[in-house]
């Protein structure tokens, strides 16, 4: 079974403050790595996605993949109260995805 | 810009009625996926496919089957529905490339009575 491990929060930062969301996974086969944001009754959407060890930036947006550790994290800078939802962390193997269950995340004004 | 819809937003449905979602994207995409999520266990795969009436089972596959009979059309079927099966249903397709997304459709929230 792979296993993909987020906190679940709730995690609350003041606006204008950094987030910082985390994910480890199990499968060290794990090819690719995904951050989606879910609002209420929507659907998951795509924020970033990192393949490669390091960081990768876009916006105010900032993942970081640690192989070697087998850990995957998302930065939120300048947090905005419409950053308020849940994050998904997702890695694959294959054509399958693997989800975490998620961090709730409230930005507070 | 890549599209994936699914046939209705909200069901209502009885105990024992077969149920039937379905899930159409225009991406041409070789893979799609029925997910399920739950408050506190996240989005569990049901079954996915990767091609045309090819279908694999995932982690959740007792009590559900699937049709795909067209490349773009993925259906998800209740043969007798319960109420443990009350959840949202979502479903997925991607293009095929490890580093290529999920596309996620709106999500039916299933009701069964």
């Known amino acids: 079974q792979k296993e993909v491990e987020q906190n679940s929060g709730p995690l609350s930062v003041p606006e204008g403050a950094i987030a910082s969301l985390n994910c480890t996974y199990s499968d060290r086969g794990s090819q690719s790595f995904f951050w989606y944001r879910q609002y209420s009754g929507k659907s998951p959407e795509l924020i970033m996605f990192i393949y490669s060890n390091g960081d990768k930036e876009d916006g105010r947006f900032t993942a970081q993949l640690n192989k070697a550790s087998q850990y995957v994290s998302l930065l939120i800078r300048d947090s905005q109260p419409s950053d308020s939802a849940t994050y998904l962390c997702a890695v694959t193997a294959g054509n399958q995805f693997y989800f975490g269950t998620g961090t709730s995340l409230t930005v507070i004004p | 810009d890549v599209k994936v819809t699914q046939s209705s937003r909200y069901l209502v449905k009885r105990t024992g009625e077969k149920v039937f979602l379905e899930c159409v994207q225009d991406m041409d995409h070789e893979n799609m996926f029925w997910y399920r999520q739950d408050p506190g266990l996240g989005l569990r795969l049901i079954y996915f496919s990767y091609d045309v009436k090819m279908k694999e089972k995932g982690d959740i596959p007792e009590g559900y089957s699937v049709s795909r009979e067209k490349k773009e059309r993925f259906s998800l079927i209740l043969e007798s529905a319960s109420t443990n099966q009350t959840s949202m249903y979502l479903c997925?397709?991607?293009?095929?490339?490890?580093?290529?997304?999920?596309?996620f459709g709106p999500g039916t929230r299933l009701t069964v009575l």
């Open positions: 997925a397709s991607r293009p095929p490339g490890n580093t290529d997304t999920q596309y």
